[in-house]
Nanobody, 126 residues
């Protein structure tokens, strides 16, 4: 079964850090672009960060300088390291993967990804 599974969410205080993981199963992540998205109930899903198969990256303006995306193909995993978390980062975070080699910015803006995970909740609160 082809799927991606997110983990690493939880409750953290403002200013704290979390690392989210996106693990692929049923396929090899090496040739895929992977994106992280987030959604707050009642609001539209938004692109947070993405990474292509050759390591090009994308960050939303709201997270630049605070979040870092990376991939470990030996573990079939993409990470989203989040620093200096703010209450407005609170959301369900989703991982998605796509092999079609589309322009990364385009894919992130249009959320044009083939495989989606179920999400992991990140809550930033004191």
């Amino acid at each position: 079964q082809v799927q991606v599974v997110e983990s690493g969410g939880g409750l953290v205080q403002p200013g704290g850090s979390l690392r989210l993981s996106c693990v692929a199963s049923g396929f090899t992540l090496d040739y895929y672009t992977v994106g992280w998205f987030r959604q707050v109930p009642g609001k539209e899903r938004e692109g947070v960060s993405g990474i292509t198969n050759i390591g090009r990256t994308y960050y939303a303006d709201s997270v630049k300088g605070r979040f870092t995306i990376s991939r470990d193909n030996t573990r079939n995993t993409v990470y989203l390291q989040m620093y200096e978390l703010k209450p407005e980062d609170t959301a369900v975070y989703y991982c998605a993967a796509d092999r079609r080699g589309l322009n990364l910015s385009y894919s992130m803006r249009t959320m044009n990804f083939e495989v989606w995970g179920q999400g992991t909740l990140v809550t930033v609160s004191s």
